[in-house]
């Protein structure tokens, strides 16, 4: 919202993976999308769904997952990080799904301990973004 918009943008998805094998996973959750108002009072979910997919490691390391949601959407996604540094790496990311069509995302990643990464990224539904990255 730094840029005197009216609403931030938020999207969130939050899932359980249960591993197969080393190669795939299948996952349930919820997907959540929607928006803050510029005095931050007011947050507004546009998009509440459960989701159930699958995730699968193809050679050279590209992850790719597939789900369906509770209102019929389906998504498939593939990605790669690729680690520069013990600390610095890059990524990008290809999404379909079948409420937005194509979207493209790619950035940067330093790692501050094995749980916490700084992120900048560049998306085509939001364009530049930063923040921080959670993994437990």
């Known amino acids: ?75 498939v996604t593939l990605e790669r990080e690729l680690m520069l540094t013990p600390r610095l790496g890059v990524f990008g990311e290809v999404e379909f799904d079948t409420r937005e069509s194509w979207s493209y995302q790619a950035g940067a990643s330093y790692l501050i301990n094995e749980n916490l990464s700084l992120t900048g990224l560049w998306d085509s539904k939001y364009g530049l973004g930063a923040g921080l990255t959670v993994k437990f």
């Open 1 to 75: 919202g730094w840029n005197r918009v009216t609403a931030v943008k938020w999207e969130a998805e939050l899932a359980y993976d249960r591993y197969i094998n080393r190669f795939t996973s299948v996952f349930a959750g919820v997907y959540a999308e929607g928006s803050i108002t510029d005095d931050l009072s007011k947050w507004r979910s546009e998009t509440e769904q459960f989701i159930a997919g699958v995730r699968y490691v193809l050679p050279l390391n590209f992850m790719t997952s597939s789900w369906v949601g509770s209102d019929g959407e389906a998504r």
